[in-house]
Nanobody
Framework: QVQLRDSGGGLVQAGDSLTLSCQVS????????MAWFRQFPGDDREFVAA????????DYADSVKGRFAISTDAAKNTVHLQMDRVKTEDAATYYC??????????????????WGQGTQVTVSS
């Protein structure tokens, strides 16, 4: 069983930066693909970014490419999402997720077995 705990959300001004963190309960970063999803009110969760455990290859949604960066800190069992040049449309609840296949990035939330509790990002204009 893997437990994830999201943190780092809050109020940020459009154009500024924010870093989200996901603490993983045990050493799984090399065996899992870790991802961030976000959810707008009334919508399904959408893919934001992911990093493969087997190779550290990353991928991003087009809407955040070039502005967001996902990374892992193996020593601390932590996954980060660096959000730069934040836009008002980035306001959502962000969730960390883990899928037990380290060799592929899945884009559907249904392929992820473990989830954090979510952290709210609010963006002021």
């Amino acid at each position: 069983q893997v437990q994830l705990r999201d943190s780092g959300g809050g109020l940020v001004q459009a154009g500024d930066s924010l870093t989200l963190s996901c603490q993983v309960s045990r050493d799984t970063l090399t065996m899992y693909t870790m991802a961030w999803f976000r959810q707008f009110p009334g919508d399904d969760r959408e893919f934001v970014a992911a990093i493969r455990g087997s190779s550290s290859a990353t991928d991003y949604a087009d809407s955040v490419k070039g502005r967001f960066a996902i990374s892992t800190d193996a020593a601390k069992n932590t996954v980060h999402l660096q959000m730069d040049r934040v836009k008002t449309e980035d306001a959502a609840t962000y969730y960390c997720a883990a899928a037990p296949e380290s060799y592929i990035i899945h884009y559907s939330p249904r392929r992820y077995n473990y989830w954090g509790q979510g952290t709210q990002v609010t963006v002021s204009s």
